[in-house]
C-alpha cells in the first residue's frame, strides 16, 4: 500500500503561481508512475500530467500545458506540481496518484491507470 497526501493549495489571485506536493509514504521501494489531476465542482475528473519516478520523464496533458512543472524528490519521496499564471478556471480539488510499474518510461494518463490516490487539495482562484 502507498499512501499519499497533498498539501499547498489555497486561495490564490489570478496570475499567481503555486506548488503543489505530494508525500508519498509506505510500500515506496520500487518505481512507480505518479500523476496528477484535478477535479472542478460539478466536473469530471481531468489528467494534469504524469511522471515516472525513477527515469523523471513526464507527460503533460492539454488543459495546462505550458503553465507548470511536475518533479519530484527522491529522497523525501516527494512530488510537486508547479502551476504558473493560475487563472480562476484553475479552481480545482488537486489530487496526486501512484501506480506500480516496471519500466522507465511509463507514465499513466488516466484515471483508471492509477491504484493509489492522495485525498485532494482545493485550490481556489480569484480573478
Known amino acids: 500500500q502507498v499512501q499519499l497526501v497533498e498539501s499547498g493549495g489555497g486561495l490564490v489571485q489570478a496570475g499567481d503561481s503555486l506548488r503543489l506536493s505530494c508525500a508519498a509514504s509506505?510500500?515506496?521501494?520500487?518505481?512507480?508512475?505518479m500523476g496528477w489531476f484535478r477535479q472542478a465542482p460539478g466536473k469530471d475528473r481531468d489528467f494534469i500530467g504524469s511522471i515516472n519516478w525513477n527515469s523523471g520523464s513526464t507527460y503533460y496533458g492539454d488543459s495546462m500545458k505550458g503553465r507548470l512543472t511536475i518533479s519530484r524528490d527522491n529522497p523525501k519521496n516527494t512530488l510537486y506540481l508547479q502551476i504558473n499564471n493560475l487563472k480562476p478556471e484553475d479552481t480545482a480539488v488537486y489530487y496526486c496518484?501512484?501506480?506500480?510499474?516496471?519500466?522507465?518510461?511509463?507514465?499513466?494518463?488516466?484515471?483508471?491507470?492509477?491504484?493509489?490516490w492522495g485525498q485532494g487539495t482545493q485550490v481556489t482562484v480569484s480573478s
Open positions: 496518484a501512484a501506480v506500480y510499474t516496471s519500466t522507465s518510461l511509463y507514465t499513466g494518463r488516466r484515471e483508471l491507470d492509477y491504484d493509489y
Open positions: 509506505g510500500r515506496t521501494r520500487g518505481n512507480y508512475a
